[in-house]
């Protein structure tokens, strides 16, 4: 079946540095992807569409500036945390729909802790 | 607001007992998906279900789909250790976004 890679699966960072999260689509090209949070014992809550050679769309209250979304190619997207605080530790999760799976798959996560 | 309300938000039981999880909204959706979810892993999909009044079957798994597609259930029979997980059921918006319920907790005990 379908496969997003996503890495790394643990990161741990100083306040204020920023953090790179990718998520591959393994077997099938991806022209959406998307970015979830989860926080602890809480569901996914849509962040933002990924969108392969224009500019991501962002929900409602998730500010573009600090969470940097890159689509470069059918295969690769990055979400990149700047400036990174104590309140963006989160779980982080991308998904995308694979046509023939018939479904979204989604990568292994990635928790994020700020300290 | 969570578009997709699921019932119960948390579920503990026995080994061998069986157990009702519930999906529900105010829209309308071409389809609906539960997933399950390991702690420190990403969802996976269980099933689809896209025909209103639909009934899946997946083992001991039974996932229904409400007449006017608004609704799902997903019963599980002799319940085991191994369906401990976190259930979330979500459905596609109208933006063509996955849009995910709060979850439902289920902890078989043996």
């Known amino acids: 079946g379908a496969v997003v890679s996503q890495h790394p699966s643990r990161v741990i960072c100083k306040s204020g540095t920023s953090v790179k999260i990718e998520c591959r689509s393994l077997?099938?090209?991806?022209?959406?992807m998307f970015w979830y949070r989860q926080f602890p014992k809480q569901s996914l809550m849509l962040m933002a569409t990924?969108?392969?050679?224009?500019?991501?769309?962002?929900e409602q209250g998730v500010e573009k500036d600090k969470f940097l979304i890159n689509h470069a190619s059918l295969t690769l997207s990055t979400l990149t945390v700047t400036s990174a605080h104590p309140e963006d530790s989160s779980f982080y999760i991308c998904s995308a729909w694979d046509r023939e799976y018939d479904g979204y798959t989604f990568g292994s996560g990635t928790r994020l802790t700020v300290v | 607001t969570q578009l997709l309300e699921q019932s119960p938000q948390f579920l503990s039981i026995q080994e061998g007992e069986n157990l009702t999880v519930y999906c529900n909204s105010s829209s309308v959706f071409s389809s609906l998906q539960w997933y399950r979810q390991e702690p420190g892993e990403g969802p996976v999909l269980l099933v689809t279900?896209?025909?209103?009044?639909e009934v899946k079957k997946l083992k001991r798994l039974t996932f229904q789909f409400g007449d006017a597609r608004k609704d799902s259930s997903l019963h599980i029979t002799a319940a085991q250790p191994g369906d401990t997980g976190l259930y979330l059921c979500a459905g596609t918006d109208s933006w063509g976004k996955l849009q995910f319920g709060a979850g439902t907790q289920v902890v078989v005990t043996p």
């Open positions: 279900v896209v025909t209103g009044g």
């Open positions: 990924s969108n392969e050679g224009s500019k991501a769309t962002y």
């Open positions: 077997d099938f090209q991806a022209t959406t």
